[in-house]
C-alpha cells in the first residue's frame, strides 16, 4: 500500500484476515444484539444497545442521507441496509469477501454497490454527498489516522458531511481483547475457535476527535449516547455543521 509503512501493511492485512474469519461469528453478535437491525429502534428500550443505537440512528435522520453515499467499512451491512432507505446510490466498500457477502445477504436494495477493497488502498471515483462508517474509526492504526481522514475529504462534495459511530469504551467482556499498549492500538483478540489475532482498536474519547480532527481542518460535533457515540463533521471552510 503506497504511503503506508511496512509494519502498518502488515497490521492491516491481519486485521482484515481477522474479519474475514470472523465474518459469522460476528454477524451473530450483531443479530443478538440486534445491531444488524437500524428500523424501528427502541430509545427507551430496556437493552443499552438498542438505547444507544437509537439515539445514532435519529441523528442520522436528521441528515436526510438522500443523495449519493459511501459507506467504508461496510461489513456485514447493518448500517448500509439504512442507508440505502433514502439515499439514491449507496456505495459501501469493505476489505473482507466473507462480509460482503452477508451484507449482500442482508440488503437486498438495488441502489447498492459493493467494492471490495482495503480502504488504504483505495480512492474514490468521485465525490459523496455524504460518507458514512460506524464502528471502523476504532480499527484504524494511530499513525494512520490522519491519512485516513485525507481519504474521506477526497470522498467528499463541497458541502457534504461525514457521519460515524463508534465506541467509547469496550464492552468489558472478560479476556475478549488484550491490548498491547503500544502507539499504534494493537490488540490481541481470539476467535471462538482459539485462533489469534492482532489488530486495532482504539477507543477514542470525543474530546480527541475534536481535537485531532480540528487540527486536520474538519468542524466535528461528538455526541456521546453511553458506551457509543455518534458524530457529525464536515470541512471547517466549506460548510457550517446545523
Ligand atoms: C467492526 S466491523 C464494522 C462493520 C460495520 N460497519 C458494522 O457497523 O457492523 C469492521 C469492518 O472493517 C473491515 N475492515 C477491516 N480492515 C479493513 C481495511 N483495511 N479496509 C477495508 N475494510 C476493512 C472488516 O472487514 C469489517 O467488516
Redesign the pocket.
Known amino acids: 500500500v503506497a504511503g503506508v509503512k511496512a509494519e502498518d501493511d502488515h497490521l ?1 492485512r491481519e ?2 484476515a481477522y ?2 474469519a470472523r ?1 459469522p461469528e ?1 454477524d451473530q453478535m ?1 443479530v443478538r444484539k440486534r ?2 437491525e437500524y428500523d424501528g429502534l427502541d430509545p427507551v428500550s430496556p437493552d443499552r444497545d438498542t438505547r444507544e443505537l437509537a439515539i445514532a440512528e435519529a441523528a442520522l435522520g436528521r441528515l436526510l442521507p438522500a443523495g449519493d453515499v459511501l ?9 448500509t441496509k439504512r442507508l440505502a432507505r433514502s439515499a439514491r446510490l449507496v456505495t459501501g ?4 469477501p466473507a ?1 460482503l457477502a452477508l451484507c449482500r445477504e442482508r440488503v437486498e436494495a438495488e441502489n447498492v454497490r459493493l467494492i471490495e ?4 488502498a ?1 480512492g474514490p471515483d468521485h465525490r459523496y454527498d455524504l460518507v458514512a ?4 474509526l ?2 484504524v492504526p494511530r499513525d494512520l489516522f490522519d491519512p485516513f481522514w485525507s481519504i474521506v475529504e477526497q470522498s467528499l462534495a463541497v458541502r457534504g458531511c461525514v457521519f460515524f ?1 463508534d465506541e467509547i469504551e469496550g464492552d468489558g467482556l472478560e479476556g475478549y481483547e488484550q491490548t498491547t499498549g503500544d502507539d499504534r492500538g494493537t490488540t490481541i483478540r481470539h476467535l471462538e475457535d482459539g485462533r489469534q489475532y492482532t489488530m486495532v482498536k482504539v477507543y477514542y474519547q470525543p474530546a480527541e476527535i475534536e481535537r485531532r480532527l480540528g487540527a486536520l481542518g474538519w468542524t466535528v460535533r461528538v455526541t456521546p449516547a453511553s458506551r457509543i457515540y455518534y458524530a457529525v463533521a464536515a470541512r471547517s471552510d466549506r460548510v457550517e455543521l446545523a
Open positions: 492491516i486485521q482484515i474479519y474475514e465474518a460476528f450483531l445491531r444488524y459507506e467504508l467499512a461496510c461489513g456485514s451491512g447493518s448500517l466498500v469493505d476489505a473482507s462480509m477493497s482495503d480502504i488504504f483505495w462508517f460506524s464502528f471502523w476504532s480499527h459511530i
